[in-house]
């Protein structure tokens, strides 16, 4: 911390500094809300798997509560071809074609088994956007690829206007980057989101990136030359050897490149991921909780110097463009929207018809299941008018604010009612205002969105949570991974 003092007053380490300093971040400290990185779950769904159980399948697309036909798509490929240490998302290294070809096949009749349920109650549902995730689905080949899109096309409405997104690692500039991404260009993808983290070869390659800082802005300038207008580019603080000198470079080369948006992630670290047994052995190489807050605020700085708008749920920096759509990304910043989303793939989670469901993380077993025909649906829950109030609340709050009046008329809730205590709490501590009759996130509270965010959960979800123990052990390490939010230590801090 002293280091980056020595900094020129005008810069923007300094200026975040100030920022840090008049918001007295040490006030929320001391109240328990902490932030650190084998703790922290970023909120974007609700509520979590932890509060899940086994479900039945047909309950999910029998009796369409939710009547809009208009749904969001994920496709997954939890495929790598190596492991970056900080990862620890559900991907198998290096596949073989045999593995990929089954999964694509498996992926396929989930997809027609879906879709044919939802069409039987809603007819033919129309395609907002769809998303290509992973793993790595740069793994498929040209010729893997323009099948599923192809076969997709065949199940669902997917039209001109339709979103298409691609996430691309930049190691593909070093194979067949160009094949590549000509074919996303030819067969309708819209958006590529390029899997960037950080612009230092060091610290690329001591997390086993596999690319470096040139290479990842040569994919970028390739994509844009193919004729790409809509690139998202992801940053990762908080690694292993990242000062403020180092951030504030990524983060002006990644904003002089003028991507149309970018999003930037605070690192997890989980007992799954090789950086855990870093973090232990070595943590002094690791920022610590002031710098990591640093680094967030000289995000939103700098952003905001270059004229983005900061959409918060996931810290997705947005150039404002009259005309231009970022469907994907918008849907997920509007949940409280309740706009369906429909993943497929192993380890996915969707969340339709008021339920939110799981699949199963696990390959073959997805695989398995598929080829007797059955759904791959691991764990879920039915969303009550309650839950879906609640989920309003929590995401709303993330996302820095809570429409009062259309919240409360939608769900017949008072909001003041059923949290007036927590909401004096937050108020009191700086991390909550009213602002024009609705509840926003102050520029502290902005710091610990997530934290806040999850003080909305229910009492029934807390009891769930609290009854997580009687889980079976092999479980409890799956859901550990794919747990996307705080349980009851990261709860309790304002009980
Ligand atoms: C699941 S990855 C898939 C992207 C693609 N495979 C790549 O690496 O370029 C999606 C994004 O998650 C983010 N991510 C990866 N590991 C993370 C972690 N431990 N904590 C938070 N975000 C993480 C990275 O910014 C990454 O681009
Ligand atoms: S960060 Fe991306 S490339 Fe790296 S292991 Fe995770 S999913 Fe694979």
Redesign the pocket.
């Known amino acids: 911390m002293k280091e980056c003092r020595k900094t020129n007053q005008n810069s923007l380490i300094e200026k975040s500094i100030h920022v840090m300093d008049d918001n007295n971040i040490k006030d929320i400290w001391l109240a328990g809300i902490r932030r650190d990185p084998k703790n ?1 779950h ?1 909120t974007v769904m609700y509520p979590p798997l932890k509060a899940m159980k086994e479900i039945d399948e047909n309950q999910i697309f029998s009796r369409f509560e939710n009547q809009s036909k208009k749904f969001s798509l994920y496709i997954h490929m939890p495929f ?1 071809t190596g492991k ?1 240490i ?4 559900y ?1 198998i290294e290096k596949p073989g074609q045999e593995l990929i070809n089954r999964y694509l096949k498996a992926i396929k009749k989930e997809i027609q088994i879906v879709a044919g349920k939802i069409q039987n109650q809603l007819g033919r549902i129309s395609i907002q956007s769809i998303f290509f ?4 689905p ?1 793994v498929l080949s040209k010729k893997q690829f323009k099948n599923l899109l192809g076969f997709m096309k065949e199940q669902f409405d997917i039209s001109k206007e339709t979103e298409i997104t691609v ?4 190691e593909i500039i070093r194979n067949n980057g160009q094949e590549l991404i000509e074919t996303y260009y030819d067969n309708q993808v819209t958006r590529l ?5 950080i612009f230092d070869d060091h610290i690329l390659k001591i997390t086993n ?1 596999r690319h470096t800082a040139a290479e990842a802005k040569q994919a970028y300038e390739l994509a844009r030359k193919i004729g790409f207008e809509n690139i998202n580019i ?3 603080y908080s690694l292993p050897d990242l000062t403020p000198e180092i951030w504030e470079n990524t983060l002006n080369t990644a904003f002089g490149m003028e991507p149309d948006s970018i ?1 930037t ?6 007992k799954c ?1 090789p ?1 855990y047994q870093m973090i232990n052995t070595s943590p002094g190489r690791f920022p610590d909780e002031y710098l990591n807050h640093l680094f967030r605020i000289m995000t939103i700085e700098r952003a905001k110097a270059a004229g983005y708008e900061h959409r918060k749920l996931i810290d997705w920096f947005v150039k404002p463009r009259e005309n231009f759509h970022y469907l994907h990304q918008q849907n997920e910043a509007r949940k409280t929207k309740e706009i369906q989303l429909l993943s497929f793939g192993s380890g996915v989670f969707s969340y339709v018809n008021n339920y939110q469901y799981y699949n199963i993380p696990d390959i073959q077993r997805y695989c398995d299941l598929l080829q007797k025909v059955q759904l791959p649906v691991w764990k879920g829950i039915y969303l009550s008018e309650e839950e879906r109030f609640a989920r309003a609340m929590v995401l709303g709050v993330k996302s820095g604010k809570v429409n009062t009046n259309e919240i409360e008329n939608k769900f017949k809730m008072n909001i003041r009612e059923k949290y007036d205590s927590l909401l004096q709490k937050l108020e009191k501590l700086g991390l909550l205002d009213e602002v024009n009759g609705s509840i926003c996130l102050s520029e502290k509270g902005v710091l610990f969105a997530d934290e806040v965010a999850v003080q909305f959960m229910t009492p029934d979800i807390r009891e769930k949570l609290g009854k997580n123990d009687l889980l079976h052990s092999i479980e409890k390490d799956l859901i550990e991974n794919y747990n996307f939010m705080y349980d009851m230590d990261g709860l309790s801090f304002l009980q």
């Open positions: 922290y970023i790598c970056c900080f990862c620890y998302f991907q995730g992973g793993g790595s740069t996430e691309i690692h930049p989101n390029i899997g960037t983290q990136r992801d940053l990762l999003t992630y605070f690192m997890a670290i989980r991921s950086i």
